[in-house]
């Protein structure tokens, strides 16, 4: 598959994945940024907002579950590149500094997110 059927423009509100939705990709934001949202019908809680060089939907792509928030194009011409299962098997095995990657912001987003879990049930 060449590089340019890997690459897909969204433009500003543009649903990349939604929550809940099953995929096997990891994404890396090329221009643009990407939204990392809850939604809760109409009401969208962004979590994070990526920017180029960042990655997301690394959980699914890992384990095959369903993604845990949407993806959601937060500015104009937002490129990004998807991984499938292979490719990122592939470039695990061959590249550990990938590899190493991918679980240092694994690590970070689980702390983070551990730290806003423990705030919120301390202070409800």
Known sequence: MTIEKCINVFDVDDVI???GSTGRELFVVLDGKVDIAKM???NKTVIVTLGKGEFFGEMAVIDGSSRSASAIAAAP???VMRINHARFVYL???QPAFALMIMDA???RLRASNTITYR???NP
Do not use: D, H, I, Y
Request: charged share 30%; glycine share 6%; hydrophobic share 30%.
């Open 120 to 122: 919120t049930a301390a």
């Open 40 to 42: 809760n019908g109409t």
């Open 17 to 19: 994945f939604e929550e």
């Open 106 to 108: 694994l690590s970070k």
């Open 92 to 94: 695990v095995s061959q």
């Open 77 to 79: 011409k937002t490129r």
